[in-house]
Every structure is written in structure tokens, then in C-alpha cells.
């Protein structure tokens, strides 16, 4: 049991430390992670919601004091997103633990992919008007890989501010974490209605968690361009890619 918590703490620091940099990465770092400590992944879902969730909101917090978190795209973004949480948990009942790993293998190439590209993009000055529509539908996808996967969707809710707001990369990544705790703790409460997770387990990663996340909050102001962006893609594959990829050798012996 002892050894359980240090890797939960682990775990929780990397995500944390992830969270807090970029404002997304945790989640998809945390499920893997997860399921190498051999837990159903119903369950690591579950934990990596919950985990997610907490220290997205305590980073958050800490961002909202400097100023970087913008309200209007949280609400936004959260309100689509919730239901959208609850979806997500629905269709996982209904779709094979086979199935969902392979999406979530899928997902995880997208998303190093999509951060190793965009760290090639020249940044633009221009400012872009606050596109709701766009927030909106991007939400309501957020929430249901969020509620499939145990993801938090920063990876997805980033780019989007991005694109469709007037928000820096710095003010994105402190929205981006607001709206993680909002999505992935409500997805976290309604798993636990049906579950109970091993304490020890969440509370390990939930303490890593928010140390890490304090960390990379300060790391953050200081850290930041296309050098991070690419080792971030680089050991999103390597982790990610490499654990994912034990769980679907296990379920095919």
C-alpha cells in the first residue's frame, strides 16, 4: 500500500506539473498512468476525473488572482460542457473497454501532433472577437471525451481560445484549467454515484496533483514557447502511447 501512494503521488505531481504549465496534458497523462497500476478503466476514469479536477481548480485559483482568468469563455465552455460530461459517461457503459482505449490511443496521437505543429505556427498579434457559437459546440465535445475518457479536454479547450477569442497563451492556459475543475469535478461527482474509488489512491494523486500544479503555475510565467510545446508533444507519445499501448497487450492474451 505504501508503494501505491508514492506512485499516486507521482503521478499526481506529473499531471499537476503539466496542468499548471500548459493547461492541459494532465488527464492524458494521468489514464495511462492509471491503468499501468492495473485499476478497471471504469475506475481510472473515474480517479483520473476526480484528480484532474481538484487541481485544475486550485491552479486556478491562484490564476484568477493574477488576473488571467476570463469569465465569460468559463461560463461558456462549462455550461455546454457539463451535459456533454454526462453524455460521455452514458456512452461508456455501452462502449467496450477495447474500444475506448483505442479511441483514447487516437486521441493522444492528435494531440502531440496538433501541440508539435502549432509550436511551428508564428504567433499572430491580431486580436480575434469572442466567437460564442464556436465555444459553445467546442464545450459540448470537451465534456463528453471528458465524461468517455477521463480527459479534461485542455489540449482541446486551449487551441480553441485561441482561435476563437481574443485570449493570450497565457490567459488561455488559466481559463482552460477553470473550466477543467468545473467539467471534471461535476464528471467526478456523478461517478461517484456509482463507484468507490480506493481513498488512498485518490488522495496520493490528488496531493501530487496540487503540488504540481502550483509548480507549473510558476514555471508558467517564466517557461512557455515552441521548445516546451514540442517536449510536451514528445513526452506525451512516450508515456502516454507506451502505457496505453500495455492495457490493449493485456486485454488481447
Not at 9 to 17: D, M, P, S
Not at 104 to 111: G, Q
Not at 191 to 198: T, V
Request: glycine share 14%; hydrophobic share 55%.
Amino acid at each position: 500500500m505504501d508503494s501505491l501512494i508514492y506512485e499516486a503521488l507521482g503521478i499526481g505531481l506529473l499531471l499537476g506539473t503539466l496542468l499548471g504549465l500548459t493547461g492541459a496534458g494532465g488527464s492524458l497523462v494521468a489514464l495511462p498512468l492509471l491503468l499501468s497500476l492495473h485499476l478497471p478503466l471504469r475506475d481510472a476514469v473515474g480517479v483520473s476525473l476526480g484528480a484532474v479536477g481538484l487541481s485544475a481548480l486550485i491552479g486556478a485559483i491562484g490564476r484568477w488572482r493574477a488576473g488571467d482568468v476570463h469569465l465569460t469563455p468559463v461560463l461558456l465552455l462549462t455550461a455546454s460542457g457539463l451535459p456533454g460530461s454526462y453524455l460521455g459517461q452514458q456512452l461508456g457503459r455501452l462502449i467496450s473497454e477495447l474500444w475506448l482505449i483505442l479511441g483514447f490511443c487516437v486521441l493522444v496521437l492528435w494531440s502531440a501532433w496538433r501541440m508539435w505543429r502549432s509550436a511551428s505556427l508564428p504567433e499572430q498579434s491580431e486580436k480575434k472577437p469572442l466567437n460564442r457559437g464556436m465555444l459553445v459546440f467546442i464545450g459540448f465535445w470537451v465534456g463528453t471525451l471528458s465524461g468517455l475518457m477521463g480527459v479534461g479536454g485542455g489540449f482541446l479547450i486551449v487551441p480553441a481560445l485561441l482561435w476563437f477569442s481574443p485570449l493570450s497563451m497565457l490567459a488561455a492556459t488559466a481559463t482552460s484549467m477553470a473550466v477543467i475543475a468545473l467539467v471534471s469535478g461535476a464528471g467526478f461527482l456523478m461517478y461517484l454515484q456509482a463507484a468507490q474509488p480506493p481513498l488512498s489512491l485518490l488522495a496520493g494523486i490528488t496531493l501530487g496533483g496540487v503540488i504540481g500544479v502550483l509548480l507549473g503555475n510558476k514555471l508558467a510565467t517564466r517557461l512557455g514557447g515552441p521548445m516546451l510545446q514540442r517536449i510536451f508533444a514528445l513526452m506525451l507519445l512516450s508515456v502516454s502511447l507506451s502505457l496505453a499501448a500495455q492495457k490493449l497487450l493485456s486485454l488481447s492474451l
